[in-house]
């Protein structure tokens, strides 16, 4: 079993950045695709970007192409996502979320067996 905490969120202007982390304890992340999800009110949790074990495969929402960018630490355990040109859009919580399918992306939930707490983005116009 893993244990994953947020951090990095908070209060930006649009346009600002933000560098999400996701650390991990209990078990090596190496051992899941690691994946970022987020959720805003009154709104599904919705896929943002997850990335495979060893890095190889990365995959983003049409939403956050471009702009963020899922990166993993192995050595570190933690997971990270830069989230460049910020729009009010992207206001959520966003969560950490480990995959055991480790060599394949999913962007479904369900398919993620342990989450973070999350944290809270922000973005002001």
């Known amino acids: 079993q893993v244990q994953l905490v947020e951090s990095g969120g908070g209060l930006v202007q649009a346009g600002d950045s933000l560098r999400l982390s996701c650390a991990a304890s209990?078990?090596?992340?190496?051992?899941?695709?690691m994946g970022w999800f987020r959720q805003a009110p009154g709104k599904e949790r919705e896929f943002v970007a997850a990335?495979?074990?060893?890095?190889?495969?990365?995959r983003y929402a049409e939403s956050v192409k471009g702009r963020f960018a899922i990166s993993r630490d192995n050595a570190e355990n933690t997971v990270y996502l830069q989230m460049n040109s910020l729009k009010p859009e992207d206001t959520a919580v966003y969560y950490c979320?480990?995959?055991?399918?480790?060599?394949?992306?999913?962007?479904?939930?369900?398919?993620?067996?342990?989450w973070g707490q999350g944290t809270q983005v922000t973005v002001s116009s």
């Open positions: 209990g078990r090596a992340i190496s051992s899941y695709a």
């Open positions: 990335v495979t074990w060893s890095g190889g495969i990365i």
């Open positions: 979320a480990a995959d055991p399918g480790r060599v394949v992306i999913r962007m479904g939930p369900q398919s993620y067996d342990y």
